[in-house]
């Protein structure tokens, strides 16, 4: 099977949509289908001399935010033609092809693709306007959603999918479908410490958010948990953790003690596999609802991990699809301090991702 992959950025490591579109492919490519990507907003390569196109390979492509949009529409159509794929697959973050997360704009650049099956895959949505008290986001949130009909709207997609059954059940009027994430590292096995253990060994890996309240929540939690069990915390800390990071820290430090963390910022993804088969836990900052939809928490549940989540435990919790796996590895602050979940065997539902799509795609087709 042909698939053309279409997304803001490709930017490596840098990206949650470009590392897992990349995954994605190379996975595919081993199960023998034949895969080009084009990144169309991309602010990370910009060059005049190649008019802001980099041609990485024969089948990747990365446009330059500032390439003209009818220089984009030629570019995408005469490879589209060339390539003939059996699926194009529109990976939509709004704000990836936007600044103000309103890519109006991709209706004029796919519009010479129709003859082709469009998937979108919707990673992200609209600002939640009916929770937001801010009434810049709320107004913005409106337009987004607007936005966003008219896309599905004016490209008639074949196949709509989201990652996480609460964006799904946005989508009833187009039967959308199911397609879960897997995570951004792949586990590679290790040989453990045989130590004993002194310390209790935490991991986070992403963005802080700026509810700090439900942060501290965890952090009183872990303390709790290490007090009782006779350890100190060792809070890990990897990436780049965005602009909220250093109230993060100020945090930790407050109530898990001034020596608590350790800031490792940015590493290949060898070396975060290695943390994470060594840690005893991860924190996260998305909750139930959410996490199906972050690449890192859930690289920390395929590495085996237990995983504190943010917020209150659900009254339900998924009961089908590749999320329901972790239940036995998610908790929150209301459980008891006095035992984790099982640290589980690292396994990776990437194969299982790719087989799903593809089955979809067939399914389709036929």
């Not at 997304?7 to 595919?28: F, I, P, Q, R, W």
């Not at 602010?43 to 196109?53: A, D, F, L, P, Q």
């Not at 965890?218 to 909220?244: E, P, T």
């Not at 984790?340 to 089955?359: D, F, M």
Request: charged letters at 20%; hydrophobic letters at 40%.
């Amino acid at each position: 099977m042909k698939i053309l992959f279409l997304l803001g950025s490709l930017e490596e490591n840098k990206n949650g949509v470009a590392d897992y579109v990349l995954n994605l492919t190379e996975c595919l490519t081993k199960m023998g289908h034949e895969i080009a990507i084009i990144s169309i907003n991309d602010h990370k390569y910009i060059t005049s001399k190649n008019e802001g196109i980099k041609y990485v390979s024969n089948s990747k492509i990365r446009l330059s935010s500032n390439l003209p949009l009818n220089k984009k529409v030629s570019i995408i159509n005469d490879f589209v033609f060339n390539f003939k794929p059996h699926w194009v697959s529109l990976q939509f973050v709004s704000f990836a092809f936007q600044k103000k997360g309103l890519p109006f704009s991709l209706i004029k650049i796919l519009s010479g693709i129709k003859d082709y099956p469009l998937h979108i895959m919707f990673h992200e949505l609209w600002i939640d306007f009916n929770v937001t008290k801010n009434l810049k986001h709320n107004i913005l949130g409106r337009l987004q959603k607007i936005c966003l009909e008219l896309i599905i709207k004016k490209l008639n997609p074949q196949l709509i999918t989201s990652s996480i059954p609460f964006y799904v059940s946005k989508f009833n009027a187009f039967k959308a479908e199911l397609l879960p994430l897997f995570g951004n590292i792949k586990p590679i096995n290790f040989t453990n410490s045989t130590l004993p253990k002194k310390e209790l060994n935490v991991v986070f890996f992403g963005s802080f958010s700026p509810n700090i309240t439900d942060f501290i929540a965890q952090l009183i939690w872990l303390k709790n948990y290490a007090k009782v069990h006779k350890l100190d915390v060792k809070f890990n800390v990897i990436g780049n953790n965005g602009i909220h990071k250093e109230d993060a820290f100020l945090q930790i430090k407050n109530i898990l003690g001034r020596y608590a963390l350790n800031y490792i910022g940015e590493k290949k993804a060898e070396q975060i596999s290695e943390l994470f088969f060594n840690a005893d836990l991860g924190v996260s900052r998305a909750d139930y609802n959410y996490f199906g939809k972050s690449g890192s928490t859930l690289a920390m549940l395929e590495h085996g991990l237990p995983v504190l989540l943010r917020g209150n435990e659900p009254q339900m919790f998924f009961n089908e699809d590749i999320l329901s796996n972790y239940n036995n590895q998610i908790f929150f602050t209301s459980f008891s301090v006095n035992n984790l979940p099982q640290k589980q065997k690292s396994k990776s539902a990437q194969v299982i991702v790719a087989e799903k799509l593809i089955s979809i795609y067939k399914e389709k087709s036929a």
